[in-house]
C-alpha cells in the first residue's frame, strides 16, 4: 500500500523515520565517476506520485510543507545541488527540472535560506522528495576523479522552522556491493564513518555537514544508507 504524506508523518511522529538507500555509479574512467544515493520518505497533496518529488509548488504550499515537517517529523534533511558534480534523479530516471524541487522558495526555515535562483545555493529536500542523489556527470568537465576520496563541504543540511534543537538524526551505512562509497560525515556534533552509523544530535536549523565520497573503480557499485529521524520532540 502506497502511504501519502500525512498517514507516514503520523507513523513518523511516533516511530522516527528511516530512508532506504542505493549508492550507484555509471562507468569510471580516469576522468568520470557517478554516485547516487536514493532516499524515500513522504508523499502528499503536492507529491507527484508518478516522479516522487513535489515540483513547482507555489509558496503558500512550500511554507505549509516546511511547517508540517517540522511539527511531526521533527526536521528535514535537505541536500545542496549547487555544484554541478552533485545533481537529483527520480525514481523514474528524470526530472523536467530539478531547480523547481521543494523547496524551491524560502520556506522560513531558521538559520537557512532555501529560496533558489541562480547564482544562490540549491537545496533539495530529502524528507520531501523520493530522489537519487547523483555525484558526478557524464561529461569530462563535470566528472569525479576514479579511485578518489572526494569531500564535499556543506553536503547536507538540517531545516526546522523555529529556533529549537531537533530530533536526532543518525546516518549508518550497510555492506557495500564493492568498496565503501560514503567513508565519512562531519558536522558540528559529530563525525565519524557511518558505517558504524554516525548521530548528529539535536541538530538546529541550519547546521550543516561534510561528506566525504570514495569514487572507487567499480561499474554499478552500490551500497544502502539509512537516515533516521528519530521522533519529534
Known amino acids: 500500500m502506497k502511504l501519502n504524506r500525512r498517514s ?6 511516533l516511530v522516527g523515520v528511516g ?7 555509471g562507468a ?5 565517476a557517478n554516485r547516487a544515493v536514493e532516499v524515500n520518505i513522504l508523499g502528499g ?3 507527484d506520485s508518478g516522479s516522487g518529488v513535489i515540483e513547482d509548488a507555489d509558496d503558500t504550499a512550500e511554507g505549509n510543507i516546511a511547517t508540517e ?8 534533511v535537505l541536500v545542496d545541488i549547487t555544484s554541478p558534480t552533485v545533481s537529483v534523479e527520480s525514481r523514474t530516471g528524470s526530472i523536467s527540472d530539478v531547480d523547481t524541487l521543494f523547496p524551491q522558495s524560502d520556506v522560513g526555515y531558521d538559520s537557512l535560506d532555501t529560496a533558489y535562483s541562480d547564482g ?8 520531501a522528495n523520493d530522489v537519487r542523489v547523483v555525484f558526478g556527470a557524464d561529461g569530462d568537465n563535470e566528472g569525479l576523479p576514479a579511485s578518489s576520496t572526494v569531500e564535499f563541504a556543506d553536503l547536507f543540511a538540517f531545516g526546522r522552522t523555529d529556533l529549537s534543537a531537533g530530533p536526532d538524526v543518525t546516518f549508518e551505512t550497510g555492506s557495500p556491493s564493492a568498496e565503501e562509497i560514503l567513508t565519512d560525515l562531519t558536522g558540528s556534533t559529530s563525525s565519524g564513518d ?3 552509523g554516525v548521530t ?10 561534510d561528506a566525504d565520497v570514495a569514487t572507487g573503480t567499480d561499474d554499478d557499485a552500490t551500497q544502502p544508507l539509512n537516515i533516521t529521524i528519530d521522533s519529534a520532540n
Not at 69 to 76: L, Q, S
Open 8 to 13: 507516514v508523518l503520523g507513523a513518523i511522529g
Open 19 to 25: 530512508t532506504g538507500a542505493a549508492f550507484g555509479s
Open 28 to 32: 569510471f574512467t580516469s576522468t568520470t
Open 45 to 47: 497533496a503536492d507529491y
Open 69 to 76: 515537517i517540522t511539527e511531526t517529523v521533527g526536521i528535514d
Open 120 to 127: 544562490s545555493t540549491n537545496y533539495v529536500s530529502l524528507v
Open 194 to 196: 557511518p558505517s558504524s
Open 200 to 209: 548528529f544530535s539535536g541538530p538546529s536549523s541550519g547546521n550543516l555537514l
